[in-house]
T-cell receptor, first 112, second 112 residues
Framework: DGGITQSPKYLFRKEGQNVTLSCEQN?????MYWYRQDPGQGLRLIYY???????QKGDIAEGYSVSREKKESFPLTVTSAQKNPTAFYLC???????????FGPGTRLTVL | AQSVTQPDIHITVSEGASLELRCNYS??????LFWYVQSPGQGLQLLLK??????LVQGIKGFEAEFKRSQSSFNLRKPSVHWSDAAEYFC??????????FGTGTKLQVIP
């Protein structure tokens, strides 16, 4: 089955620790995205990548980092510099940046 | 920068009643338009999309949307709502190699 996987579904970390969220797709899509969701705030774009080895900051990139070494993978690291990291994180991919996006099931990160 | 507006944050309808969710977008190049649905704690699922051609688009789960260029709108409709339709709905727009922008979402509550 083609699709996007995110792991883990729930993640708990202590304050001050970096944490990496996994996102893998087997749809052969060029573009990948990371969004953050907080109650009542819709989808906020963190980073996106149009092609391997290239990525751009979204609207709320501060405190986050990404890499795109493989077409299939776009991991997101939430660093200790992110002031309020507890949120629901969604990964998505698409053929091109103006096209429909396919979303993963999400990872809920809780920082204690 | 392109923008997408969903004027209604929260809508309540009775089961069996008709539904219309509003979506307006900023004027620009011929848009690609999307509607997604999200159940709590889940990723987003594509309901329907408009790229070109017939302005009335049929989607999954009995939903349809109509593209009206003169009104810069892409409203989502369903003739008879089921309790399982309770979810959050997001409208999105892409155009001419510009990345997709999403509205802030409309939360639908269905009452018996």
């Amino acid at each position: 089955d083609g699709g996007i996987t995110q792991s883990p579904k729930y993640l708990f970390r202590k304050e001050g620790q970096n944490v990496t969220l996994s996102c893998e797709q087997n749809l052969n899509h060029d573009a990948m995205y990371w969004y953050r969701q907080d109650p009542g705030q819709g989808l906020r774009l963190i980073y996106y990548s149009q092609i391997v080895n290239d990525f751009q900051k979204g609207d709320i990139a501060e405190g986050y980092s990404v890499s795109r070494e493989k077409k299939e993978s776009f991991p997101l690291t939430v660093t200790s510099a992110q002031k309020n990291p507890t949120a629901f994180y969604l990964c998505a991919s698409s053929w091109s940046v103006d096209n429909e996006q396919f979303f993963g099931p999400g990872t809920r990160l809780t920082v204690l | 920068a392109q923008s997408v507006t969903q004027p209604d944050i929260h809508i309540t309808v009775s089961e069996g009643a008709s539904l219309e969710l509003r979506c307006n977008y900023s004027y620009g190049a011929t848009p690609y338009l999307f509607w997604y649905v999200q159940s709590p704690g889940q990723g987003l699922q594509l309901l329907l999309k408009y790229f070109s051609g017939d302005t009335l688009v049929q989607g999954i789960k009995g939903f349809e949307a109509e593209f009206k260029r003169s009104q810069s709108s892409f409203n989502l409709r369903k003739p008879s709502v089921h309790w399982s339709d309770a979810a959050e709905y997001f409208c999105g727009k892409g155009a001419g190699y510009q990345k997709v922008t999403f509205g802030t979402g409309t939360k639908l509550q269905v009452i018996p």
